[in-house]
């Protein structure tokens, strides 16, 4: 991809980049092990794996015990006991409201491109009120493929009128660069997000790693 591109159109990951739902995963995780007669885990322990998914998170929660099939019973589990408290501590991280404001004046369209399942993502933004605004929400089941693979990125692109050479992705997980990278936008990391202790944003090859949302907006005053 040129350096010489401008961002025309920024796309966003939604938990760990726009929203923090670690409290409500957390909570909804420690609910199912009670259920199930286990011991509640820290919550910097959940929070650091939110942006997984919810595989991870019982695999987090069993230690990697379970097979393929009670992994994915308790997932299902999972995601029911936390449908039911998708809002209840869940706020936008610190300058998003400000940033979002930012693009919107200045004429930048955005969207929100997301691993989590579209029954889970349209409430949530909903109640973020971001869906009268986002230019375009994909979800983890609005495509046969999700991220890494760059197809959704590429889609909401298109959606936003945006040339994907034109757009950026930013992201807290190695998957969201990966995909933005093969979707040939430029990608940033939001380091504020849920960054694992052996993780190195800085190694996985973004055009810039942000330690707040409103770093952004410095950025894109550059590249925009």
Known sequence: MSNASQVRGVLF????????????MSDSLNELLVRHGRKKLEYQKIRKHTSRGGIALIELGYNGTLDAHKTLQLRDEFLQIYADRLYHKTRLFPGVLTLLDHLDEAGLPWGIVTN????????????LELTPR?????????????????EPLSRAA???????????YMGDDPRDIQAGKAA??????AAYGYIQDHQD????????????????????AVHS
């Open 13 to 24: 990951d939604l938990d760990g980049t726009l929203a923090d739902t670690a409290p409500d």
């Open 116 to 127: 989590k399942p579209g029954w889970l993502t349209e409430p949530l933004v909903e109640k």
């Open 134 to 150: 986002a230019g375009c929400t994909i979800s983890g089941d609005s495509m046969p493929q999700r991220k890494p693979r760059p």
């Open 158 to 168: 298109d959606l936003l009128g945006v040339a994907p050479v034109e757009c950026l």
């Open 184 to 189: 040939k936008m430029r990608t940033a990391v």
């Open 201 to 220: 944003p800085y190694a996985w090859g973004a055009d810039v790693v942000l330690d707040n949302a409103l770093a952004l907006m410095d950025w894109l």
